[in-house]
Nanobody, 122 residues
Framework: QVQLVESGGGLVQPGGSLRLSCAASGSIFSINAMGWYRQAPGKQRELVARITIGGSTNYAESVKGRFTISRDNAKNTVSLQMNSLKPEDTAVYYC????????????????WGQGTQVTVSS
């Protein structure tokens, strides 16, 4: 079994900052990539940022220059530093990991956290 546990969401004023963290645990053989997605009410889930095991990153255009994703491969954690937050960043943020389980090393699968609410409002 694999678990992704997120932390760090909350309420912040426009222009403020938040840091999200996610830890993956369980029967993990290797993690190919980790990332953050978000889903606002009435909208589809969208990619926010993603980082591979080699450190390559990609970001949604709407967060470039404001958000920074980082990863600790040894600890199986990923973080998202969010600066200059805007009301349109309000959403539930989900941690994602594409990984191989110890009992199925030849197959990569996606796992998700339970989500953490980020609200940007004055």
């Amino acid at each position: 079994q694999v678990q992704l546990v997120e932390s760090g969401g909350g309420l912040v004023q426009p222009g403020g900052s938040l840091r999200l963290s996610c830890a993956a645990s369980g029967s993990i053989f290797s993690i190919n990539a980790m990332g953050w997605y978000r889903q606002a009410p009435g909208k589809q889930r969208e990619l926010v940022a993603r980082i591979t095991i080699g450190g390559s990153t990609n970001y949604a255009e709407s967060v470039k220059g404001r958000f920074t994703i980082s990863r600790d491969n040894a600890k199986n954690t990923v973080s998202l530093q969010m600066n200059s937050l805007k009301p349109e960043d309000t959403a539930v943020y989900y941690c994602n990991a594409n990984l191989r389980r110890s009992d199925d090393v030849f197959r990569s699968s996606d796992y998700w956290g339970q989500g953490t609410q980020v609200t940007v409002s004055s």
